[in-house]
């Protein structure tokens, strides 16, 4: 049997390569026949950098930067390796939560108000300056809703009053911003086209943008959460009277704090699904063709997995093969009607990897080992059915699941 393992991070537990290594191993212990080929993935947040450059065979770069509190980091991103038959272009690959994540802020410390997208900004100077000729930007996980101000300050944009004095970094200035003098503006980050890779099509502002679905998680109170909505809807206003270009509704200007707005408005980028560009550049269908089955998995499998999420994405690729895929969550809560949303995607069955009861921090530490616990399980299922269609097994007891 081959097995194509294709999961996304379990968060704060382990990251996708280590996922796929614990799928790998229970299978591998249940099945020693069983063939694997491995293809950790990413929808456009977290581990999108490796998740390319190790499928491409590419390189990581550190360059310094700061933090969303303007704090001095050293910030990792890549570039990927030669694609055979395609035009050659020195492509770089940025997390916009390499230096403006949520993740590298404590509780405490989150001032969404305050909050920067400055430090990306810097890497895709830094991209730009060793070479890049496209950059790829996943716009998962940000600390951020300053509508990539931050970003477009770092290449030279400036942002000013009705008294022509640069306004402070972060979402809240926005309120204070006239206009925005683009002629400093660095030309090379200006026009280099940058791919905006993400799951979010939420639009800047209103009860669906970027301040009201997601402000609360990065330490907004609901009257900062007024705040911001209304700071971004006085950017998007200046974007239009500096270039004519309405990013109020596009769909994805609200990911990352409204960074999808900046970058559209501002820039030469445009959106796409994170996981359906993670799967071409990694060559996806190729992986489910030789595959008999697919295994994927994430942290959390709810109402939100069939919606962008990579074990949907990488199902519908598996279904279009005429593959099935099961998928593995750290948790698992579905309606029967998102249980049906699954099933149309392609994922035949779901297991939790939970063995039993437990605290959360014992779940997240022992995440990798209840994966291959679970996957143990799974291939000897597999290996069950197999033998039973084939007329191998004639007791029972010869199958351990």
């Known amino acids: 049997m081959r097995y194509l393992l294709a999961p996304d991070s379990f968060k704060e537990s382990a990251d996708a390569t280590e996922v796929a290594l614990a799928m790998q191993r229970g299978i591998v212990a249940s099945d020693p026949c069983a063939q694997t080929r491995l293809l950790p993935l990413s929808d456009g947040g977290e581990g999108l ?3 390319l450059v190790n499928a491409t065979n590419g390189s990581l770069r550190t360059a310094q930067a ?7 980091i050293t910030a990792t991103y890549g570039f990927l390796g030669p694609q055979p038959g395609t035009k050659q272009l020195r492509t770089a690959v940025i997390e916009l939560a390499a230096a403006s994540g949520i993740e590298l802020i404590a509780p405490d410390e989150r ?10 900004g810097e890497l895709i100077m830094d991209a730009i300056g060793a070479g890049a000729d496209r950059i790829v930007l996943g716009l998962g996980g940000s600390a951020t809703t300053d509508g990539g101000s931050g970003l477009a300050r770092a ?6 009053d009705a008294h022509g004095s640069d306004i402070p970094e972060g979402g809240g200035a926005l309120n204070q911003l006239d206009h925005i003098a683009a002629q400093d503006a660095d030309a090379r980050a200006a026009s280099i086209p940058i791919i905006m890779a993400s799951d979010v099509t939420n639009p800047l502002h209103g009860s ?3 301040a009201q679905i997601f402000g609360p998680q990065k330490g907004a109170s ?6 911001l909505d209304s700071a971004l809807t006085a950017f998007a206003d200046a974007i239009g009277r500096l ?5 109020q509704d596009a769909p994805g200007a609200g990911a990352a704090g409204g960074s999808g707005a900046g970058l559209l408005g501002l820039f030469n980028a445009h959106a796409v699904p994170g996981i359906d560009l993670v799967l071409e550049l990694v060559h996806g269908e190729e992986g489910c063709d030789w595959a008999d089955i697919v295994i994927t998995g994430e942290g959390s499998i709810d109402g939100q997995t069939s919606h962008g999420k990579v074990p949907s994405g990488i199902a519908r690729l598996a279904r279009s093969c005429g593959k099935p895929t099961i998928a593995v969550g750290g948790t698992i809560k579905l309606s029967a009607d998102e249980r049906k949303d699954l099933r149309s995607a392609g994922i035949v069955a779901t297991f939790a990897i939970a063995p039993g009861a437990a605290t959360l921090p014992t779940l997240l530490a022992d995440a990798r080992a209840n994966i ?3 996957c143990f399980s799974i291939a000897g299922l597999v290996s069950a059915v197999s033998a039973s269609k084939s007329g191998e097994i004639t007791d029972p007891h010869d199958a351990t699941l």
């Open 372 to 374: 291959e616990s679970t």
């Open 243 to 247: 270039n004519g270009r309405d990013v």
């Open 155 to 160: 290449c030279g944009f400036r942002f000013l």
């Open 49 to 51: 950098t490796l998740a």
């Open 111 to 120: 001032r969404a108000t305050l909050a920067s997208t400055f430090g990306t």
């Open 222 to 227: 609901p009257s900062q959460v007024r705040e």
């Open 208 to 210: 669906n943008g970027a």
């Open 66 to 72: 700061h933090d969303a509190l303007g704090r001095p």
